[in-house]
């Protein structure tokens, strides 16, 4: 008898026989240890942001663990890090001022910032003293009936980091104040709004009049344009549902403007959105009745597109022109900005610039199926565009925005023309100098460039052999050609933030299953200092346990995936659970974490319930490698990552006899969402239970920019030479009839980006082929639930204990999970 049951539990171990379907019981507690309230007390600081400082390499952060917040100056010259203070003497002085009790574990500073002299720091305290408000008198005269006359004391200090001096700033400037509308030019001089449908702009005297009182009757307006209207306006947007827009129309908005550098200009994209057909969304909840929210939405295929204008205007000539840039039929046009140097960082203003220089400026021009893209300069003494660069690819084309350097003369362009994303080096007039990076690796962005060295610093991954390939490193590269430098080694996904002149940088590095830590490098990549560790020992005392990482084949058998797997805290070798896969299909990205992080809902916290939750890439599924790669799902944007989703579960359930290949959930949230669904249908033996939420079911009714780019549309030239564009989709209600598992559907009802529609269409199909499936509204919320967050998280979790435990045992009304981390007040 006992070499029988040997024979059968060996049998168990590799699949040949399913485990005995025994119902196990939900592991609330250990989900609910992990939830985001409790996570906030066991994570603190996990990177260093360095605030690099204006007159010399130093810079400064913040970091905090279990004992508190520190404040560092990093002197990378000196190879010193030191304490702005000693915390306990600082609170002592602190708390002899304010009359409030401060101790050096608890200070609340606020809006620290370096003066003029970067050796003086200058921060707040709020007390618990009872002011009358500076401007009390104004607000009186203005409004009778006002009676909250109080506000508690912020008291100003200014501490000198080389004599230890607090000093109490008596009578501080009052903040400016940061208004939404305001577009600044870049010498203060002139600020330009939206108003009525129409351009305006004020001077500097006005402007502070209207910072003191928005509504002051005596500000000059100045009127730039008249003939703007409601869906063809120079700016603004919507705010909220039709009663918000009609209460809010009289309003100052906001301008998208971008400035010339020296203030006598700006040009701005005009949208005309009139034939764009409308879409609502109904604010069920508000009170005291129910709204309508009314909105343009161009979806994919249709023939009402919006149609942009360029605009450039000149304050000398007080003109506004048109630009002629047409080139595509249903083009966009993508305005740039010029980079600010990082040092700017801490600046209460920093203008927005175009790229460029006061006689030209740098744009693209995008055909509508994404397969045509030009980097135009403007020449503005001449009145024409000058196409730089072309780019023409048979499937979508993805850029990011040029680097201008050597005084314009050269142009740092990033393409991936040759299959990978690197980048090249041209002439002002559009010849090719150099391709500066090559090679089977993916270049992402610039990190900054010292022009006087002439050395190119970038963001690359897939570039280390023995790594895996979305691990980010910083490199640098010549201008002048040659070899590629590594400059953060290790096998850790890193994060660099270098300094301006390119002469430091801090990076910070982790995988998901190590702590994080930072530390301070020069130039050639040597090691200055460690900076930091993260300090997760609140986290590791509640149970928490790194997850596992793992590599598997796609479908094809050939191309390699990564994944991170999640198990229960509490897992045991010897048991067997279900499977849960957190899906994202991309394309833009991978749900695959790379980094440690907080995000645990949807991975660690899920798992506690008594599931190995896995997340994977797919075919398709991410940017960060080939374009081969990252288009392979290019005219398939339903089914194309279904079966590397399949075949990660099959490749796990071989190699753990921990996993049972025949319960299998799904999960994911709007790309994912419309993904999880597929896959119940695409493949109903094989996945069992899906929560999708928010998913874009029919992504013939989603945005027309994202649909028509990932999954392509056909631009039709008739023999008259008339354009048209045709759209074809699979959609997930088409196959609605394949369902066999358990589906919960969750959409919010004022769901303005991936409408409420999509999921009620997917319903109604579901309806009709008389299928039995779960369907949840969540009350006023848009795409990310907000405030229902929590509620989703464990209605999720019912949904996969009740069906891939088997535990039926119904959970009470009451989420006491939920309800116990609320103080009952009343």
């Given at each position: 008898?006992?070499?029988?049951?040997?024979?059968?539990?060996?049998?168990?171990?590799?699949?040949?026989?399913?485990?005995?379907?025994?119902?196990?019981?939900?592991?609330?507690?250990?989900?609910?240890?992990?939830?985001p309230?409790?996570?906030r007390?066991?994570?603190?600081?996990t990177?260093?942001?360095?605030?690099?400082?204006?007159?010399?390499?130093?810079?400064?952060?913040?970091?905090?663990?279990?004992?508190?917040?520190?404040?560092?100056?990093?002197?990378?010259?000196?190879?010193?890090?030191?304490?702005?203070?000693?915390?306990?003497?600082?609170?002592a002085?602190?708390?002899?001022?304010?009359?409030?009790?401060?101790?050096?574990?608890?200070?609340?500073?606020?809006?620290?910032?370096?003066?003029?002299?970067?050796?003086?720091i200058?921060?707040?305290?709020?007390?618990?003293?009872?002011?009358?408000?500076?401007?009390?008198?104004?607000?009186?005269?203005?409004?009778?009936?006002?009676?909250?006359?109080?506000?508690?004391?912020?008291?100003?200090?200014?501490?000198?980091?080389?004599?230890?001096?607090?000093?109490?700033v008596?009578?501080?400037?009052e903040?400016?104040?940061?208004?939404?509308?305001?577009?600044?030019?870049?010498?203060?001089?002139?600020?330009?709004?939206?108003k009525?449908?129409?351009?305006?702009?004020?001077?500097?005297?006005?402007?502070?009049?209207a910072?003191?009182?928005?509504?002051?009757?005596?500000?000059?307006?100045?009127?730039?344009?008249?003939?703007?209207?409601?869906?063809?306006?120079?700016?603004?947007?919507?705010?909220?549902?039709?009663?918000?827009?009609?209460?809010?129309?009289?309003?100052?908005?906001?301008?998208?403007?971008?400035?010339?550098?020296?203030?006598?200009?700006?040009?701005l994209?005009?949208?005309?959105?009139?034939?764009?057909?409308?879409?609502?969304?109904?604010?069920?909840?508000?009170?005291?009745?129910?709204?309508?929210?009314t909105?343009?939405?161009?979806?994919?295929?249709?023939?009402?597109?919006?149609?942009?204008?360029?605009?450039?205007?000149?304050?000398?000539?007080?003109?506004?022109?048109?630009?002629?840039?047409?080139?595509?039929?249903?083009?966009?046009?993508?305005?740039w900005?010029?980079?600010?140097?990082?040092?700017?960082?801490?600046?209460?203003?920093?203008?927005?610039?175009?790229?460029?220089?006061?006689?030209?400026f740098?744009?693209s021009?995008?055909s509508?199926?994404?397969?045509?893209?030009?980097?135009?300069?403007?020449?503005?003494?001449?009145?024409?565009?000058?196409?730089?660069?072309?780019?023409?690819?048979?499937?979508?084309?993805?850029?990011?925005?040029?680097?201008?350097i050597?005084?314009?003369?050269?142009?740092?362009?990033?393409?991936?023309?040759?299959?990978?994303?690197?980048?090249y080096?041209?002439?002002?007039?559009?010849?090719?100098?150099r391709?500066?990076t090559?090679?089977?690796?993916?270049?992402?962005?610039?990190?900054?460039i010292?022009?006087k060295?002439?050395?190119?610093?970038?963001i690359?991954?897939?570039?280390?052999?023995?790594?895996?390939?979305?691990?980010?490193?910083?490199?640098?590269?010549?201008?002048?050609?040659?070899?590629?430098?590594?400059?953060?080694?290790?096998?850790?996904?890193?994060?660099?933030?270098?300094?301006?002149?390119?002469?430091?940088?801090?990076?910070?590095?982790s995988?998901?299953?190590?702590?994080?830590?930072?530390?301070?490098?020069?130039?050639?990549?040597?090691?200055?200092?460690?900076?930091?560790?993260?300090?997760?020992?609140?986290?590791?005392?509640?149970?928490?346990?790194?997850?596992?990482?793992?590599?598997?084949?796609?479908?094809?058998?050939?191309?390699d995936?990564?994944?991170?797997?999640?198990?229960?805290f509490?897992?045991?070798?010897?048991?067997?659970?279900?499977?849960?896969?957190?899906?994202y299909?991309?394309?833009?990205?991978?749900?695959?974490?790379k980094?440690?992080?907080?995000?645990?809902?949807?991975?660690d916290?899920?798992?506690?319930?008594?599931?190995?939750?896995?997340?994977?890439?797919?075919?398709?599924?991410?940017?960060?490698?080939?374009?081969?790669?990252?288009?392979?799902?290019?005219?398939?944007?339903?089914?194309?990552?279904?079966?590397?989703k399949?075949?990660a579960?099959?490749?796990?359930?071989?190699?753990?006899?921990?996993?049972d290949?025949?319960?299998?959930?799904?999960?994911?949230?709007?790309?994912g969402?419309?993904?999880?669904?597929?896959?119940?249908?695409?493949?109903?033996?094989?996945?069992?239970?899906?929560?999708?939420?928010?998913?874009?079911?029919?992504?013939?009714?989603?945005?027309?920019?994202?649909?028509?780019?990932?999954?392509?549309?056909?631009?039709?030239?008739?023999?008259?030479?008339?354009?048209?564009?045709?759209?074809?989709?699979?959609?997930?209600?088409?196959?609605?009839?394949?369902?066999?598992?358990?589906?919960?559907?969750?959409?919010?009802?004022?769901?303005?980006n991936?409408?409420?529609?999509n999921?009620?269409?997917?319903?109604?199909?579901?309806?009709?082929?008389?299928?039995?499936?779960?369907?949840?509204?969540l009350p006023?919320?848009?795409?990310?639930?907000?405030?229902?967050?929590?509620?989703?998280?464990?209605?999720m979790?019912?949904?996969?204990?009740?069906?891939l435990?088997?535990?039926?045992t119904?959970?009470?009304?009451?989420?006491?999970?939920?309800q116990?981390?609320?103080?009952?007040?009343?």
């Amino acid at each position: 008898m006992k070499k029988i049951y040997a024979i059968l539990v060996l049998f168990i171990s590799f699949g040949f026989v399913q485990a005995q379907d025994t119902p196990t019981k939900g592991n609330y507690e250990l989900a609910s240890r992990f939830s985001p309230e409790k996570v906030r007390k066991m994570i603190f600081s996990t990177s260093v942001d360095p605030h690099w400082l204006k007159k010399s390499d130093r810079f400064w952060y913040t970091y905090e663990t279990t004992n508190g917040k520190e404040w560092y100056i990093v002197d990378p010259a000196a190879r010193t890090k030191k304490s702005f203070f000693d915390k306990d003497k600082l609170a002592a002085e602190i708390t002899k001022i304010v009359k409030d009790p401060f101790d050096g574990q608890h200070l609340p500073i606020t809006s620290l910032k370096f003066l003029e002299d970067e050796n003086t720091i200058q921060f707040k305290i709020r007390s618990t003293k009872d002011v009358v408000k500076k401007d009390w008198a104004e607000i009186k005269e203005k409004n009778k009936s006002a009676k909250d006359s109080l506000e508690k004391k912020t008291f100003v200090f200014r501490y000198n980091l080389q004599n230890n001096q607090l000093i109490e700033v008596d009578d501080p400037e009052e903040d400016a104040k940061r208004l939404s509308w305001a577009n600044i030019a870049p010498d203060s001089s002139k600020i330009v709004f939206a108003k009525h449908d129409n351009l305006f702009w004020m001077d500097k005297e006005n402007f502070l009049k209207a910072v003191k009182d928005d509504k002051d009757s005596t500000i000059v307006e100045n009127q730039i344009t008249e003939d703007g209207e409601k869906d063809y306006s120079y700016g603004g947007g919507r705010g909220g549902d039709n009663v918000e827009e009609e209460k809010n129309k009289d309003n100052r908005k906001r301008a998208g403007v971008i400035w010339s550098e020296d203030s006598k200009q700006f040009i701005l994209t005009r949208s005309d959105v009139r034939e764009v057909k409308d879409l609502w969304v109904i604010q069920n909840v508000k009170d005291p009745r129910p709204t309508l929210e009314t909105y343009k939405y161009a979806m994919p295929g249709e023939k009402e597109q919006p149609i942009t204008d360029l605009l450039h205007y000149s304050f000398e000539s007080k003109e506004m022109s048109k630009l002629d840039v047409a080139t595509f039929k249903d083009q966009s046009i993508g305005l740039w900005t010029a980079s600010r140097p990082v040092v700017n960082r801490d600046d209460d203003f920093t203008p927005i610039v175009w790229l460029g220089d006061v006689n030209n400026f740098y744009f693209s021009i995008t055909s509508r199926d994404l397969k045509k893209i030009d980097i135009v300069r403007w020449n503005i003494a001449e009145g024409k565009k000058e196409v730089v660069i072309e780019e023409r690819s048979n499937t979508y084309i993805d850029i990011i925005k040029p680097e201008i350097i050597n005084n314009g003369s050269e142009i740092v362009h990033w393409s991936e023309r040759d299959g990978w994303r690197h980048f090249y080096l041209y002439g002002k007039d559009g010849s090719l100098i150099r391709q500066l990076t090559s090679g089977p690796f993916h270049t992402d962005r610039i990190g900054t460039i010292d022009e006087k060295g002439r050395f190119l610093y970038f963001i690359a991954n897939g570039r280390e052999k023995g790594e895996d390939p979305y691990y980010e490193h910083m490199y640098k590269v010549s201008l002048n050609g040659g070899a590629i430098t590594l400059l953060n080694p290790g096998d850790y996904n890193h994060s660099s933030s270098p300094n301006d002149k390119g002469t430091y940088f801090v990076n910070n590095f982790s995988r998901v299953n190590t702590v994080p830590m930072s530390s301070l490098h020069d130039n050639t990549g040597k090691k200055i200092m460690d900076l930091e560790e993260a300090d997760l020992s609140n986290l590791f005392a509640a149970g928490y346990k790194f997850p596992e990482t793992f590599k598997f084949k796609a479908d094809d058998g050939i191309t390699d995936l990564y994944g991170v797997m999640y198990k229960p805290f509490d897992f045991d070798s010897t048991k067997v659970y279900p499977i849960i896969e957190y899906v994202y299909p991309g394309p833009q990205t991978e749900a695959v974490n790379k980094s440690f992080g907080r995000g645990f809902d949807r991975t660690d916290r899920l798992a506690q319930f008594g599931f190995v939750v896995v997340t994977l890439g797919n075919r398709g599924g991410h940017p960060g490698r080939s374009k081969w790669y990252h288009n392979y799902g290019y005219g398939n944007l339903r089914d194309y990552g279904l079966a590397d989703k399949k075949a990660a579960v099959e490749q796990l359930a071989d190699r753990h006899p921990f996993i049972d290949r025949n319960r299998v959930g799904i999960h994911g949230h709007s790309g994912g969402g419309f993904m999880s669904t597929a896959a119940m249908l695409v493949y109903p033996d094989f996945f069992k239970v899906a929560v999708s939420s928010a998913g874009n079911h029919e992504n013939n009714i989603y945005n027309r920019w994202w649909s028509e780019k990932h999954h392509g549309v056909q631009e039709l030239i008739s023999p008259k030479g008339d354009t048209s564009f045709v759209y074809k989709i699979e959609k997930n209600p088409d196959i609605a009839k394949n369902l066999k598992g358990k589906l919960l559907l969750v959409t919010g009802d004022v769901d303005n980006n991936v409408h409420p529609a999509n999921t009620i269409r997917m319903a109604n199909a579901l309806i009709k082929a008389n299928k039995r499936f779960d369907f949840i509204i969540l009350p006023g919320q848009r795409h990310g639930f907000g405030d229902m967050t929590e509620y989703f998280f464990w209605r999720m979790g019912d949904y996969f204990v009740q069906h891939l435990l088997g535990d039926n045992t119904p959970p009470p009304t009451d989420m006491m999970e939920v309800q116990r981390e609320k103080a009952m007040t009343k």
